[in-house]
């Protein structure tokens, strides 16, 4: 497989797919560039090198048609002031062969939101998913994603993708646009390597003892990662709003707290199995419960199978946070997705508290730790603490396929 690293950019012209889905405020101004920071050494290689850069992106969800407030152009000056060069802006991707091709060395051009085509999520628009014409609409859909992909393709020499947000779509600019460029002139990004490398740490080159941690609102929403971690990992911690489907499914009271009553044979289940590969499955044992959903709530301190009527847990208790810390402490490989408890309050913050601090040390003595797919991720920085693990992932859905053990597209493009 072709490496960034390897290639030498000079004279050539690269497109890029970056993820510069950035949050803007009412005026269009960036609110956090972390995705821009995050694509830097990507862009700056490229033009160190000597190579000419085509950037592409979506921003939000237009649905495949032009609409201004999610226009990238809103953008470019960030981008320009990040790279310390000039940004040209092209105000439709796919007409902007001549741009592309009067680009010198050194220079960038930024092309309009990708979304602006329906082709690149390659969906059919206008047409519902029960209409008997679907299926014909859909194949046509996909014969006019091959011929956009293949025009975006035709701007450049090589492709990169560094876009691991969206590693795990199938769309024009993360997957079909690869087949228009030969093995040696497609490649991930350093972003992308990067998340690579540290999901290939949690998921095959294991450094044992392993701890996962699962936290979150609902058991149902992790059951294909929990299933996945079970052949892999030495202690596995379930915390957060699942505590309580499985304080139920053991027969015990949980008052108010977040419970899926339809999943009580499912937690049973991973009980079972937990036990029968000698996981060592830790789940907790009190909690902080509160008389309301809020930061100012009356608590207590109960077992969590005993919370009284009208309570709910809303944190981890200091029995468990002691648990936790404990199974996660002497760990060499760690992989951390959602909060223990309602971290948004900070009042509910100390279970996953303890659950950072705990990482911090094992990282500290050499431990590999992983923080990533979405609320974890808010959690540690607002902990300040993202600096302190060993890889904190920029991807959300795609981090939790990937270590689901399902083939990302966007790297399978590049991969083979
Ligand atoms: P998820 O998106 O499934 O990872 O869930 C993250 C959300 O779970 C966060 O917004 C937390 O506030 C929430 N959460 C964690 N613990 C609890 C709990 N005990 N009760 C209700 N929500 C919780």
């Known amino acids: 497989m072709q490496t960034i690293d390897n290639y030498n950019f000079a004279g050539k012209k690269a497109i890029v797919r970056v993820d510069f889905n950035v949050p803007l405020d009412e005026n269009g101004k960036v609110t956090d560039d972390t995705r821009i920071r995050g694509a830097l050494p990507t862009l700056k290689k490229i033009l160190a090198d000597g190579g000419a850069l085509i950037i592409m992106s979506h921003m939000g969800k237009p649905k495949g048609k032009v609409n201004p ?14 790279l310390g060069v000039a940004v040209q802006f ?22 309009e939101n990708l979304r602006f085509y329906p082709e690149e999520e390659g ?7 029960e209409d008997p014409a679907y299926a014909e609409a859909k194949e046509a859909m996909k014969a006019s994603q091959k011929e956009f992909s293949k025009t975006l393709a035709s701007y450049a020499d090589a492709y990169v993708n560094d876009a691991f947000g969206t590693a795990h779509r199938k769309h024009a600019s993360t997957a079909v646009i690869a087949d228009y460029f030969d093995a040696d002139n497609k490649m991930l990004g350093y972003l ?6 540290a999901v290939e740490n949690v998921l095959n080159n294991i450094k044992r003892p392993f701890t996962a941690i699962m936290g979150g609102s609902k058991v149902s929403t992790k059951i294909g990662i ?3 971690l079970m052949d892999k990992v030495d202690n596995l911690i379930l915390c957060g709003g699942m505590t309580y489907t499985f304080a139920k499914a053991m027969g015990g009271e949980v008052g108010l707290s977040i419970c899926e009553t339809d999943k009580l044979d499912l937690a049973l289940n991973i009980m079972e199995k937990a036990k029968a590969k000698g996981v060592n ?18 608590t207590q301190i109960v077992p969590v199978g005993a919370i009284p009527e009208g309570w709910e847990g809303l944190d981890a208790g200091p029995d468990t946070r002691v648990l936790f810390t404990n199974a996660i402490k002497d760990a060499k490989t ?18 996953s508290r ?3 601090d705990a990482i911090v040390e094992a990282t500290e003595n050499g431990a590999f730790s992983l923080v990533g797919g979405g609320d974890s991720v808010a959690c540690v920085n607002k902990f300040g603490l993202a600096d302190k693990v060993s890889y904190v992932s920029t991807g959300g859905g795609a981090l939790l396929e990937a270590i689901e053990g399902k083939v990302l597209p966007g790297i399978k493009a590049i991969k083979g």
Do not use: H, R, Y
Not at 69 to 82: H, N, R, T, W
Not at 192 to 197: G, L, P, Q, S, T
């Open 69 to 82: 407030k999610f226009s990238l152009g809103q953008i470019k000056d960030v981008v320009a002031e990040k």
């Open 90 to 111: 092209a105000p439709d991707c796919a007409k902007a062969a001549e741009q592309a091709a009067a680009l010198k060395p050194g220079e960038v051009l930024l092309l």
């Open 123 to 129: 969906k059919p628009v206008g047409i519902d998913k």
């Open 192 to 197: 992308m390597e990067k998340e690579v490398n």
């Open 226 to 228: 929990i299933e996945n």
């Open 281 to 298: 499955l830790v789940l907790g044992t009190d909690c902080v419960a509160a008389d309301s959903f809020s930061n100012d709530a009356n």
């Open 334 to 351: 760690i992989l951390w997705n959602g909060p223990a408890g309602v971290f948004e309050f900070d009042n509910f913050t100390a279970g």
């Open 354 to 356: 303890a659950i950072a």
